[in-house]
């Protein structure tokens, strides 16, 4: 599955520091005919640029639509090695890196009475 979504463009739109420095917040434009993604569900990323076989469990934090698009966030705190080099990286907004997106999956919290299929 996840090399069939590497083939996948999904497109970063923003990626955005918090004041502290501690929290980053990336802005991920998906791919069209990618399920549709809620708030705390998780999805993997993986980053080529920082590691072509590396893929991280992050909670979706805003999911949107406009224009016909679909986008999610992740607010990803700098904790071990692989979550410091995405914060270590300058991105501008002219070279935002390519980003593959492997979800979104129901996070355990997500009540499965809520849904007419399991």
């Not at 999805?43 to 698009?69: D, K, M, Q």
């Amino acid at each position: 599955r996840r090399v069939y979504l590497c083939c996948k463009t999904t497109t970063m739109v923003r990626a955005e520091r918090s004041m502290s420095g501690k929290l980053l917040r990336i802005d991920v434009e998906l791919s069209k005919g990618h399920d549709k993604c809620q708030v705390g569900q998780y999805a993997y990323i993986n980053i080529p640029t920082l590691g072509y076989t590396e893929w991280h469990p992050f909670t979706i934090s805003t999911a949107w639509e406009a224009n016909g698009c679909q986008y999610i966030s992740f607010v990803i705190m700098s904790v071990g090695v692989w979550t410091k080099k995405l914060h270590q990286r300058a991105w501008g907004i002219d070279n935002l890196p390519v980003i593959h997106v492997d979800g979104p999956y129901y996070a355990p919290t997500v009540s499965m009475a809520r849904h007419s299929t399991v």
